[in-house]
Nanobody
Framework: QVQLVESGGGLVQPGESLRLSCAAS????????LAWHRRVPGRQRELVAR???????NYPDSMKGRFTISRDNARNTVYLQMNSLKPDDTAVYYC??????????WGQGTQVTVSS
């Protein structure tokens, strides 16, 4: 069992940066692939970034360049660095943990609002 708790969301202006954190407790954190997703009301949830248990990262084409995922296994935490934020980045951001393409656990989400 893994519990995930996101933090770091908030209100920022366009062009600013924000770093989200997701702290995990429970099972062996380093064994899991981790990811960040986001959901805008009325739209499907979309993948933002993924990092495997071995540290390999991948991003959908639409997310490349402004988002960086990283993990600190010693702190049981995964991060999402977001730069040059735009109003379209406004969403609830969720972290997840899983293995072999399956997602087993979700966090409760953290709201990010980009507005002037």
């Amino acid at each position: 069992q893994v519990q995930l708790v996101e933090s770091g969301g908030g209100l920022v202006q366009p062009g600013e940066s924000l770093r989200l954190s997701c702290a995990a407790s429970g099972s062996i954190f380093s064994d899991y692939d981790l990811a960040w997703h986001r959901r805008v009301p009325g739209r499907q949830r979309e993948l933002v970034a993924r990092i495997t248990s071995s540290g390999n990262t991948n991003y959908p084409d639409s997310m490349k360049g402004r988002f960086t995922i990283s993990r600190d296994n010693a702190r049981n935490t995964v991060y999402l660095q977001m730069n040059s934020l735009k109003p379209d980045d406004t969403a609830v951001y969720y972290c997840s943990a899983g293995r072999k393409g399956l997602i087993y656990y979700w966090g409760q989400g953290t709201q990010v609002t980009v507005s002037s």
